[in-house]
């Protein structure tokens, strides 16, 4: 259980439906797919959105990290750099077609995997190899060594654990009990290796030694990091904007990959479904026993793939797809803003769970971002 940080004044704008609220920001992992994570910061920014605590798991510790280590004016530009470095730059511009563009995805994955992505991870020794009988013992493929050198690069680590502006806790999974691991800016001194834990997902990238604890990406248990803020209960009004990067529903799969994908998605998104399952059960009680106490307002967006998507999304760094993504989450954002706007009244709920759907989102103009390669 963390402790509560004292009241921060509040920053942000009426007219997106948040009001007196504090404003919470829990992003999921998902590896390439944390593109949609920054086009939804960036449509909370331009709204004058400006959240007091960021939870993160995964690409959400990173993004989380990059935006609390950085003053306000910097943080879009800090983005920016990132997915310009991790964007995997080809000759060929994605094509139109759903099969052509399956195909151009599936080379992008692949050169990922073959070649890795520099400001990111790369190979390790003996990593694959080390199946072979007489070699060396190894528990990853990949080192992700490239993505201290940019955290380094990107995130201001003195700003971050100054805790003055914006409280951030990250998370990751005991590899040895499986237990969550909370790391937070309040109580915690976060540096690059707190990070690269959150991000180790088993076994592609190597578990983070510290204090004692070996430490992974909490993605196959705790893809949506929610605890954090409900535990202990909010004492004062919340606004928590939850960003999912795996969906539970899709079209019926009709391929041995959509069957993959979906696998995939069920595994990383269920745990969430069932945390906001117990908070309404949880509050339903609370609204019986103090009707008057601190209301939430839970707004939960999932990434929708898109019919191009393929099982190994997460390793696609092309820059069509991250455009792609990152207008995702732009658009989402803005109808997550507008059910926020509409709820703005209230119904008298201690809980009310808005949930974006995808599909019915409308198109937000000036999305994506310019993917130049970064100086």
């Not at 949506?224 to 409900?230: I, S, Y």
Request: proline share 8%.
């Amino acid at each position: 259980m963390l402790p509560s940080p004292s009241p921060r004044p509040n920053r942000n704008n009426l007219s997106t439906g948040v009001g007196r609220e504090r404003v919470t920001l829990v992003l999921g992992g998902g590896n390439a797919l944390g593109a949609y994570l920054a086009g939804a910061y960036e449509r909370l920014h331009e709204q004058g959105v400006r959240p007091e605590r960021i939870v993160g798991a995964s690409i959400g510790a990173v993004t989380g990290a990059i935006l609390v280590g950085n003053p306000p004016e910097r943080r879009l530009e800090r983005l920016q750099a990132f997915w310009a470095e991790a964007a995997q730059h080809t000759a060929r511009a994605a094509p139109a077609g759903l099969r052509d563009r399956q195909v151009y995805n599936g080379a992008h994955a692949a050169l990922a995997a073959a070649l890795g992505r520099p400001s990111i991870f790369g190979h390790r020794y003996p990593g694959l190899w080390s199946i072979v009988p007489g070699m060396p013992g190894d528990v990853a493929l990949y080192n992700h060594s490239p993505l201290r050198r940019t955290l380094e690069s990107l995130v201001d680590f003195d700003r971050l654990n100054r805790a003055d502006e914006v409280r951030f806790t990250l998370t990751a999974t005991d590899l040895e009990t499986g237990e969550d691991v909370y790391f937070d800016n309040t109580r915690h001194e976060i540096g690059p290796e707190h990070v690269l834990a959150s991000a180790a997902i088993a076994p592609l990238f190597p578990p983070v030694e510290i204090g004692g604890r070996l430490l992974c990406d909490p993605g196959y248990a705790n893809n949506l990091p929610l605890d954090p803020v409900f535990d202990p209960a909010p004492d004062r009004d919340l606004v928590c904007i939850a960003i999912d990067l795996f969906g539970l529903r899709s079209p019926r799969p009709a391929t041995l990959d959509a069957v993959l994908e979906r696998a995939q998605d069920i595994v990383f998104a269920s745990a969430g479904r069932r945390r906001v399952e117990g908070l309404r059960r949880e509050y339903a009680l609370r609204q019986e026993l103090q009707p008057d106490g601190p209301r939430v307002r839970l707004v939960h967006l999932a990434y929708q793939a898109a019919d191009h998507e393929l099982a190994a999304k997460t390793l696609d760094y092309s820059p069509s797809s991250i455009r792609d993504r990152w207008a995702a989450g732009r658009r989402d954002m803005a109808s997550g803003l507008a059910l926020l706007e509409g709820a703005a009244a209230g119904d008298g709920r201690r809980l009310e769970y808005l949930a974006v759907d995808p599909r019915g989102a409308g198109a937000v103009p000036g999305a994506g971002p310019v993917l130049d390669r970064a100086a």
